[in-house]
């Protein structure tokens, strides 16, 4: 059992509870993190005086050389260590001898690790961020292509008004949009270097902390070493962020889902992102949509799985914290995995345009502009409210659209009613007559698509 610490005990860990306690099963994944700190540190050392030149060499070169020879396969990371901290302090050791145990001075791994989970969460940050930015140019493809693909709108899944797909899609736009907004919001606020904390209340080594959160790229230290090496909001941050995602592809895929289904047929799904039944021949079945909404739970999961281990925690740092690591790796996995699914999904997926078109002819979708038509020609609206739900029972029993009924039979209804009626309750008109900011009209439309293309273009 390789570990650097003993010299207060004066028997072996037990096997169980070397293995209970260890973790490096799990927080090898940040291995170059750890190394990249290691070297700041080193530099910073040297820069100080507490290391010399020849010091500094010596440890950086064994530093760059296990970082090579793990990412080469030359070196395998064991269980033999404690921890992914143990492995490169032992093997730097190993490599150039007693130079290597001046590494961790100044330092202590509670400030280690929380510098290298901030390491790694902002870099898998940076990364998720590229894959949502994909994302939005699929979507704001399909926005461009059916600007005037004419759909049913929703509410509490009953068709409500006609909207078009460029419309329903640029929805998604937005919540993914405001998604990547929340990482980079994140990005800023956590971007502070907690190295040189030590294990909790500084140390007196003369450390210049502003200068090694410089070579890490951080925006400057954290200023309180307590809360330094305590901290895990940022943790908690990314995997709230992370759920908001997954809820949003959660729901996406549900729309897809149904929209894929024989009743609605609205989409078909690639080949290539659907399974087939082992029993039923005829089936193609949404599994990556299906599977991407069950994954959404797993990273819920994660989020409320690390605010339970924190929410007891007195001051400075405890073991509990060492949870933090294998849910966070997993929901980063998992959301990397199913954002780049989505896309791919998402990007081949087939639109049935005249199929959406007669769903929302088929809908009453337009009977709020019927209303409105009535508005127009001096009726209350809450007269024409009540005449339009007559027209829609008398369309119902017939099995009639709105835009199916004759003249006469409109009139029967209320004598307001006028040839230009047809016209006022066509698909393109209830439209194309919505011309704010925000709403399904092709001018508004095309507007909302600059400023998004706009958006990325400079993130």
């Known amino acids: 059992m390789a570990q650097l610490w003993g010299g207060r005990f004066t028997k072996e860990t037990d096997k169980l509870v070397y293995n209970f306690n260890a973790s490096i099963a ?60 143990s492995f490169v302090e032992a093997n730097l050791i190993d490599r150039i001898g007693d130079t290597g145990k001046k590494l961790h001075t100044g330092r202590s791994r509670n400030d280690q690790v929380a510098l290298d989970m901030k390491l790694y969460v902002r870099q898998e940050t940076i990364e998720i961020r590229a894959l949502l930015k994909e994302l939005l140019e699929t979507l704001i493809k399909i926005m461009e292509e059916h600007i005037t693909t004419y759909m049913p709108g929703f509410t509490h899944l009953q068709k409500a008004q006609p909207v078009t797909l460029a419309h ?65 909001d940022y943790v908690i941050e990314l995997l709230s962020a992370l759920s908001t995602i997954m809820m949003h592809l959660s729901r996406f895929c549900e729309e897809i889902i149904i929209w ?21 021949p005829q089936k193609k079945n949404p599994d990556i949509a299906e599977l991407v909404r069950g994954k959404t739970g797993r990273v819920y999961g994660a989020l409320i799985s690390i605010l339970t281990t924190m929410k007891g925690l007195p001051l400075a740092y405890n073991k509990d914290m060492q949870e933090d690591k294998e849910l966070t790796f997993d929901a980063i996995d998992t959301v990397k995995g199913c954002v780049a699914l989505f896309t791919g999904m998402l990007d081949t997926l ?30 209350a609206f809450r007269d024409a409210h009540g005449i339009i739900g007559k027209l829609v029972l008398y369309c119902i029993d017939k099995k009639k659209s709105i835009d199916e009924l004759s ?34 009209g092709p001018d508004a439309m095309r507007e909302v698509i600059r400023l998004n293309k706009i958006y990325l273009e400079q993130s």
Do not use: W
Not at 357 to 375: E, H, I, R
């Open 26 to 85: 799990f927080d090898q994944k940040f291995f170059k993190q750890d190394i990249e700190g290691s070297i700041a540190h080193t530099k910073m050392l040297s820069k100080q005086g507490i290391l010399t030149a020849a010091e500094e060499t010596a440890i950086l070169s064994g530093l760059e050389k296990i970082l090579s020879d793990v990412v080469e396969g030359r070196l395998e990371i064991t269980n033999e260590y404690e921890d992914i901290h």
């Open 168 to 232: 329903h899609v640029g929805a998604y736009f937005e919540m993914f949009k405001r998604d990547r907004l929340r990482l980079e919001d994140l990005c800023a606020r956590m971007n502070t270097c907690p190295l040189g904390s030590g294990a909790l209340a500084g140390t007196t080594y003369p450390l210049d902390r502003d200068y090694t959160a410089q070579l890490l790229h951080f925006d400057g230290p954290t200023i309180n070493s307590m809360d330094s090496v305590a901290d895990r």
């Open 260 to 280: 894929n289904s024989n009743e609605y047929q609205f989409v078909e799904i690639d080949d290539a992102y659907s399974t087939g039944s082992s029993i039923m």
């Open 350 to 379: 087939h639109f049935h345009k005249d199929t959406m078109q007669k769903s929302a002819m088929n809908g009453f979708t337009n009977a709020t502009d019927a209303a409105d038509y009535l508005v127009n020609h001096g009726v």
């Open 407 to 440: 003249l006469e039979e409109f009139q029967q209804i209320s004598p307001v009613f006028e040839k230009d009626i047809y016209e006022a309750v066509s698909l393109e008109t209830c439209v194309n007559k919505r011309t704010t900011i925000g709403a399904p």
